[in-house]
């Protein structure tokens, strides 16, 4: 399983973009990027999931470069909601595929 | 649509004692996995239902065994409880056979179970 390394904590301010890079140097071909976001006592929720180059939706991008040995979550004017902690998975994308969770990113955003 | 509801959300058990959690999947999800999660750490995976059989399993002891019930919803057994095993137990939701965004799997809030 290849294994991913993020930084242990972030801060930011409310109303700024907050980037978290995630390094995953053996990743397989077929394996697939995910990030989930997780508030204290509650389960990850899914955020987004891309193989390569970028993917957008209503909460997140996801920018994957060509060799794929890394990849940075954005968040666009984080919020003081957008506290918690934020983990990077890397698998294949099928439903049956235990995730391995790392330690994740605590992101604090100040007001 | 209710999403995936775990119950109970707490509990509180001594050494020795047998514990068991349960876990309803979101509606339209066949598969159910249980993930063990310690204070400070990210989840760990113990294993996965699908067809009411156990299909994957983690590093985890045979004192963690499970249940899938005709109705999909699933109940995570835990004997001889040690202090260790205190922590923050999941429960996720998929259908079997599905990938990319489809293929998601969906957490529900969590059992906070304490072993004094």
């Known amino acids: 399983l290849a294994k991913t390394t993020q930084p242990i904590s972030m801060d930011s301010y409310e109303g700024q973009e907050v980037n978290i890079t995630c390094s995953h140097n053996n990743i397989a071909t077929n394996d697939y990027i995910t990030w989930y976001q997780q508030f204290p006592s509650q389960g990850p929720r899914f955020i987004i999931q891309?193989?390569?180059t970028k993917v957008t939706n209503e909460v997140a991008s996801l920018f994957i470069p060509a060799d794929r040995k890394s990849s940075t979550l954005s968040l666009p004017r984080v919020s003081l909601s957008d506290t918690a902690v934020y983990y990077c998975l890397v698998g294949s994308s099928g439903s049956a595929r235990q995730l391995t969770f790392g330690s994740g990113t605590q992101l604090t955003v100040l007001p | 649509d209710a999403g995936v509801t775990q119950s109970p959300t707490h509990l509180i058990k001594t050494r020795g004692q047998q514990v068991t959690l349960r876990c309803s999947p979101k509606?339209?999800?066949?598969?159910v996995s249980w993930y063990q999660q310690a204070l400070g750490q990210g989840p760990q995976f113990i294993f996965q239902?699908?067809?009411?059989?156990?299909?994957q399993r983690g590093n985890f002891p045979d004192r963690f065994s499970g249940h899938q019930f005709p109705n999909y919803s699933s109940e995570l057994n835990v004997n001889a409880l040690l202090l260790g095993d205190s922590a923050l137990y999941l429960c996720?939701?998929?259908?079997?056979?599905?990938?990319?965004?489809?293929?998601?799997?969906?957490f529900g809030p969590g059992t906070r179970l304490l072993v004094l």
């Open positions: 996720a939701s998929t259908r079997y056979g599905t990938s990319g965004n489809s293929g998601t799997q969906y």
């Open positions: 509606s339209g999800h066949d598969t």
């Open positions: 891309g193989y390569k």
């Open positions: 239902y699908y067809e009411e059989e156990e299909r």
